[in-house]
């Protein structure tokens, strides 16, 4: 496995291109666990794809979660395999926003020896096909702009449709955090005002993405405060959720995305963990962010995760939820101690 996943090209943008160029059904597909990058990603692609003559679909191994569904909305219901068409029969297969096999969880299997090409930005992860990877973009949306505008050129094809850079400006605004994290650049700026300048909706974008909170995600951002500890002196911040106490609340998945916000905003963290834990079983997501310059996908990596230097996941196995709590907590001391 490892030497066949050794022998995949890092591409051009050009070359990149000319395989989506080649493809008039595409399947595209992105991680479990959807985020805006990802989503937006995925169907920016797929409209473009559309306004040039073509056929797409988006799958992913789960569902968008309710706040993202703004995105799919008058292209598909589900993103689900079980969603694609009868007789949809793909000339091409592409992945977004996807850095790892792992991540494409029970697609991987279905897809490994179909998949063209892989489009994405994060710095650690593990080759699958042949790729166009931009470490130093702040989002896929990002890359793909590039990649877009490449085959528009080819194609002649003008201007991108205002579908296009409104998922675009989505999945970079989504993926900076509205412009605030660090992953924010000069050019992610000139990107954002040019997408703004032709068309993009940006203040009801922004407002679909972080203007709104529903009920049940204030009361277990509550419940995740009254649940925080502090280690290393106050730098870390570790808010830990079991499924217990997700059935007590009858939260889904979704409504625990932004409990790392509530870690990460308290003044002295320079690093924020989340454990939760999705089902009965003793396995535990780790959402980790850093402030500083910690790299915290290193810390995830160990545990067969990754992402960005200031933005990781990883999933723990342990025999409790204060156990993958401390696992969290021994790792990143030691870190902390080497610095």
């Known amino acids: 496995m490892s030497d066949q996943m050794n022998s995949f090209r890092s591409l ?52 968008l979660p309710e706040r993202l569904t703004f995105i799919s909305e008058g292209a598909q219901t589900s993103v689900l395999p079980t969603s694609i068409p009868e007789g949809f029969d ?20 279905t897809y490994k020896d179909k998949i063209a090409l892989m489009i994405d930005h994060h710095g650690k992860g593990t080759a699958y ?78 407002h679909r993405l972080f203007g709104i909170k529903t009920l049940k995600q204030m009361q277990v951002e509550h419940a995740g405060f009254e649940r925080m ?44 963990a989340v454990v939760k834990q999705p089902s009965a079983e003793n396995r535990f997501r780790v959402s980790m962010r850093s402030s500083c310059d910690f790299d915290v996908s290193e810390i995830c990596a160990l545990y067969g995760g990754g992402g960005h230097i200031r933005a990781a996941g990883c999933t723990v196995s342990a025999d409790s939820i204060l156990s993958a709590e401390m696992t969290v907590v021994v790792a990143v001391e030691h870190r902390f101690a080497e610095r």
Request: proline share 3%; aromatic share 8%; net charge negative.
């Open 12 to 63: 051009s943008v050009d070359s990149a291109a000319e395989i989506l160029c080649r493809g008039d059904d595409v399947l595209i597909l992105f991680h479990v666990h959807p985020d805006g990058d990802a989503a937006g990603s995925a169907f920016a692609l797929r409209a473009f794809i559309e306004a040039s003559g073509g056929r797409a679909w988006c799958v992913c191994s789960d569902e």
């Open 90 to 109: 793909p000339t091409l297969i592409v992945t977004v926003d996807t850095a790892s096999p792992s991540q494409l969880g029970a697609l991987y299997e």
């Open 129 to 206: 096909a042949d790729n166009y990877i931009r470490p130093e973009a702040s989002a896929c949306g990002e890359v793909l702009y590039e990649v877009l505008s490449a085959v528009a050129e080819k194609r002649g094809l003008g201007e991108l449709p205002r579908r296009v850079k409104d998922l675009i400006y989505t999945a970079i605004s989504a993926d900076t955090g509205c412009f605030r994290y660090s992953n924010v650049s000069q050019s992610t700026h000139a990107l954002a005002a040019k997408l703004i300048e032709n068309g993009a909706r940006s203040a009801e974008i922004n």
């Open 229 to 272: 500890n502090f280690y290393c002196d106050g730098r870390l911040a570790v808010i830990t959720f079991p499924y217990d106490l997700k059935k007590q609340y009858g939260a889904e998945d979704e409504d625990l995305e932004t409990l790392i916000d509530v870690a990460r905003c308290v003044k002295g963290v320079e690093v924020a």
